[in-house]
C-alpha cells in the first residue's frame, strides 16, 4: 500500500532544486511552484463548498406537509463521517507517527552512539597521556643512548595524541550535527501531531453535534423543530463551514509537503550529499558520502587507524631497547606499564570502530530515509489526504445539507400535525436572531 502513493508523488513532483541556486533562484522558483499547483486545487475546491454550504444554510425552503421524515440516512452519513475520521487517526498514529517516531528514534540512537564514540575517544586519549607521561618520566633515569631511543618513543605518542585530538574534535562536531537533527525532528513530530490531528477533532465535533441535535428533535415529537433549526444554523456557521475551510487548508499542505518530499526522495541519496556538502563541513559530508555510497575512506576511521599504528610502533620501539637499557634503567617495569595501557587504548579505539562500522551506521541512515521518511510519511501522508478531502468535500458538506433538509421536512409535517403549535413561518421567524447571532 505504500508503492502507489510513493510513485505518485515522485510523479507529480518537480526537480528538487540544488542548494546552489539560492532560495531566491529560479529553480526554487520553479519548485515551489509545481508543488503549489498541486495544493491549490483542493484549497479551491475545499473553500467553494464551503461558500456554498454557508448560503444553503441561509436558506429556508418551503416543503409541502408530509409525513415525518425519517433520520436513518442523516445518521448513516454521520456515522460514515465519524469511522472516516477515526480511520485517518487510526492511519496517522499507526503509520505516519509510528514511521516518524522511528526515523526520529534512529537519528536519536545515532546520535548516542556519535556520545559512544566520543567517550571512547576520551578514554583513549587519557591512556596515550598516560604512556607519555611514563617514557618521560623514564627518559631521565637513562643512558644517552637509550634517551635517545625513547625520544623516537615519544614522538610516535605524541604523533598518535595528535591525531586523537583532531578525532575527537571531529566527534564533537559529528555529534552536534546529530543532536540538532534530532532537536529539530522531534519539534517537526509535534507540530505535525498537532496540526494533522485538529481537523478530525473538529470532524468528530460536527458530527456529534448534528446526532444529539436531531436525536432530541426526534424524543420531542410535538415540536416543530425550530428552535433546533435555529441551533443548526449556528453549529453551520460557526463550526461545519470552518471546519470544511480548514480540512482544505490543512489538506492543501499535506499535498504541498506529500509533493515536496516526493521530490526530495526521487534521487534522495544524492539530495542529502549535496545539501549536506552545501551547509554542513567537508568533514560531515566525507562521512557521510562514505556511508551512503559505500565508496571512499572514513575520516574518523582513518585517524582511529592512525593513532593505532603510531601506538603499535611506539610500543615495538620500545620493546627493542629492553636488553639495552635494563642495565641502567627500569625499562621492563615502563613496558610492563605501557603494554597494559596501550591494550586499554586498544579496546577503546576496537569498540569506536565497531560503532563506526558501515554496516552499523547505513542501519540508522536506511530506516531513517529510505524506510520511513520516503516510504511510510508519504504513504501516510497520502491515505491522510484521502480520508480528509472526503470529509470535508463529501460527507461534512452532505451532513450539513442532510440536516437542513431534514428540519424543514420536520417542520413541515409539523404544519399538518394537528397537534402541532407552530407553523413554518414560525420556523422563519424564530430563526431570525439567532440567524443573524450565528453569523
Known amino acids: 500500500l505504500e508503492s502507489p502513493w510513493v510513485k505518485l508523488a515522485a510523479f507529480l513532483a518537480p526537480d528538487f532544486p540544488s542548494p546552489d541556486g539560492g532560495v531566491s533562484g529560479d529553480a526554487w522558483r520553479r ?54 475520521a477515526l ?18 528514534a534512529n537519528v536519536s540512537a545515532a546520535a548516542v552512539d556519535a556520545e559512544s564514540v566520543e567517550s571512547a575517544g576520551i578514554a583513549t586519549a587519557s591512556n596515550v597521556e598516560q604512556i607519555f607521561n611514563t617514557v618521560a618520566t623514564l627518559a631521565p633515569t637513562c643512558s644517552p643512548a637509550v634517551q635517545e631511543q625513547l625520544s623516537d618513543v615519544k614522538k610516535q605518542i605524541m604523533t598518535a595524541s ?39 477533532v473538529f470532524v468528530l465535533a460536527c458530527c456529534c453535534s448534528i446526532m ?78 562514505y556511508y551512503i555510497t559505500g565508496k571512499g575512506s572514513n575520516p574518523l576511521v582513518r585517524d582511529l587507524g592512525d593513532a593505532n599504528a603510531s601506538l603499535t610502533q611506539a610500543s615495538r620501539l620500545l620493546a627493542e631497547i629492553r636488553p639495552t637499557g635494563a642495565s641502567d634503567c627500569k625499562v621492563q617495569t615502563a613496558v610492563d ?14 569498540a569506536a570502530t565497531r560503532i563506526l562500522s558501515p554496516e552499523h551506521v547505513y542501519s540508522y541512515y536506511k530506516v531513517a530515509v529510505h524506510d520511513e521518511l520516503c516510504s511510510a510519511f508519504i504513504s501516510s501522508v497520502g491515505w491522510l489526504v484521502v480520508s480528509q478531502f472526503l470529509l470535508g468535500i463529501v460527507f461534512l458538506p452532505s451532513l450539513a445539507c ?16 394537528p397537534e402541532a403549535s407552530t407553523s413554518l413561518d414560525s420556523l422563519t421567524e424564530g430563526c431570525g436572531s439567532s440567524q443573524v447571532s450565528g453569523l
Open 162 to 200: 595528535i591525531t586523537l585530538r583532531g578525532f575527537n574534535e571531529d566527534v564533537v562536531k559529528i555529534r552536534g550535527y546529530l543532536d540538532r537533527a534530532h532537536t529539530t525532528a522531534n519539534s517537526a513530530k509535534t507540530v505535525s501531531l498537532f496540526v494533522l490531528v485538529l481537523p478530525s
Open 402 to 417: 442532510m440536516a437542513s433538509s431534514f428540519y424543514e421536512q420536520w417542520a413541515a409535517s409539523r404544519v399538518v400535525d
Open 337 to 350: 606499564s605501557v603494554t597494559k595501557q596501550a591494550d586499554e587504548a586498544g579496546n577503546s579505539m576496537s
Open 31 to 84: 519548485f515551489l511552484l509545481g508543488c503549489s499547483v498541486c495544493a491549490v486545487l483542493p484549497l479551491l475546491l475545499g473553500w467553494a463548498v464551503g461558500i456554498a454550504v454557508l448560503v444553503r444554510s441561509c436558506m429556508v425552503k418551503r416543503v409541502r406537509g408530509r409525513s415525518q421524515p425519517k433520520a436513518r440516512a442523516l445518521v448513516c452519513v454521520s456515522r460514515s463521517a465519524v469511522l472516516l
Open 212 to 289: 444529539h441535535l436531531v436525536r432530541k428533535t426526534r424524543r420531542r415529537r410535538l415540536t416543530s423543530g425550530s428552535c433546533n433549526h435555529c441551533v443548526l444554523r449556528s453549529i453551520t456557521v460557526c463550526l461545519f463551514v470552518p471546519t470544511v475551510m480548514l480540512i482544505a487548508l490543512v489538506t492543501a499542505g499535506e499535498v504541498f509537503v506529500g509533493v515536496s518530499t516526493g521530490s526530495f526522495c526521487r534521487n534522495v541519496d544524492t539530495n542529502v550529499l549535496t545539501y549536506t556538502h552545501h551547509f554542513a563541513s567537508d568533514l560531515a559530508y566525507n562521512v557521510s558520502s
Open 87 to 104: 480511520a485517518g487517526l487510526v492511519t496517522l498514529v499507526s503509520v505516519g507517527y509510528h514511521g516518524v517516531s522511528t526515523g526520529v
